[in-house]
């Protein structure tokens, strides 16, 4: 997830403006309406390794923290008064560990299983109105404070429907600098902020200093965002590709251009079994001839150090797998739905 506040905005993308470049879904569509499309998260792979990370929490630390608050009970009896509170002190800190690491192993495991299939975006351009769909995961900070207040680790996350109206959203290029080990490398993603409504009245009240000092550091009159989303994975995107998938939502909305620019196809499909889940994180399942071609190197590595990655690849598969089993679609309200007639791709 990428916060706003740490981003640096390259460009502000002008839907006045005609784009030159021609557009590109990246394999971002998942279904096509005929008076909408979707825009969903298709990371297919990463699903169950966060589980496998949980898996080693709750069975590795959480055990160790809990034996570790029963040995300083040992030294209650019969301990004198400097040794008895240095073990105090460490039983509380060990039934605190406990705790954390309960919560620790919990968090990832249920932001993995049972969840949404997807995070997803309907662009309506007949009604010119934008949806995101959502599970609102709260910050590890935030769950472990609201599982002690509601005394329940099992408390619910919701998911949340926004309706945006496509005028209200400006489109931006954003960029940010991370370190990938000791390398710095620039990830590229098209941002989506929401202007305030109640910026020209906010302008108007302002002194003619502060309208003078907010130009001077903006350059130009962009309004304040209350909110602020990203499309597409910053990993995989380049600058180009952010023009590219600017440019084709531009023209779905606003140019009535195709939902599937020719050439193109839609967003990769989820495992529908364990062999196909084994096969989208490691070479021992259904694409052994895509790794074999894509990752010529990966795949004899993996199999001379199979005692190691083979029980490894295997748990992550099968958490994969049961992650695709256990998420369940957004109940997306529907008689907007109904509006946009049945899905033409993919079929039924």
Not at 235 to 262: C, D, F, I, R, T
């Amino acid at each position: 997830m990428i916060n706003s506040s740490s981003l640096g905005i390259v460009t502000y993308l002008n839907k006045k403006t005609t784009t030159r470049q021609s557009g590109s879904t990246l394999s971002e569509v998942k279904t096509i309406y005929p008076a909408a499309i979707e825009l969903a998260s298709t990371t297919h792979y990463q699903r169950g390794l966060v589980t496998v990370f949980a898996m080693l929490i709750i069975f590795g630390v959480f055990p160790l923290m809990m034996y570790s608050a029963y040995f300083f009970t040992w030294f209650f009896n019969g301990a004198g008064v400097v040794l008895f509170l240095m073990a105090l002190v460490m039983f509380i800190f060990s039934v605190f560990s406990v705790m954390v690491a309960f919560h620790f192993g919990l968090y990832p495991l249920r932001a993995d299983m049972f969840s949404l299939k997807n995070d997803s975006l309907f662009f309506d351009r007949k009604k010119k109105k934008v949806y995101r769909v959502f599970r609102n995961i709260p910050g590890l900070i935030d769950y472990v404070r609201n599982s002690l207040k509601k005394r329940n680790p099992f408390y619910a996350w919701p998911t949340v429907i926004i309706e945006y109206d496509w005028d209200s959203l400006i489109f931006v290029y954003v960029s940010k600098v991370v370190m990938l080990g000791q390398l710095p490398s620039t990830v590229h993603t098209l941002g989506v902020g929401i202007k305030d409504p109640d910026f020209a009245q906010k302008q108007v009240a302002k002194s003619d200093h502060d309208k003078a000092w907010d130009q001077m550091l903006k350059h130009e009159a962009i309004p304040d965002f209350v909110d602020f989303f990203t499309i597409g994975n910053p990993l995989v995107m380049s600058e180009y590709s952010v023009q590219a998938l600017w440019a084709y939502l531009h023209a779905y909305m606003e140019k009535n251009g195709p939902a599937l620019p020719a050439g193109e196809s839609l967003a990769e499909a989820a495992p529908n079994s364990w062999w196909q889940s084994m096969g989208l994180v490691c070479p021992l399942g259904s694409r052994f001839k895509h790794w074999c071609k894509e990752h010529p190197i990966f795949v004899p590595i993996f199999f001379i150090f199979f005692p190691i990655t083979g029980p490894f690849y295997s748990l992550w598969g099968t958490f994969n797998w049961l992650s695709h089993k256990t998420a369940f679609e957004a109940p997306f309200p529907p008689e907007i739905r109904a509006e946009w007639g049945e899905p033409l791709l993919p079929k039924k």
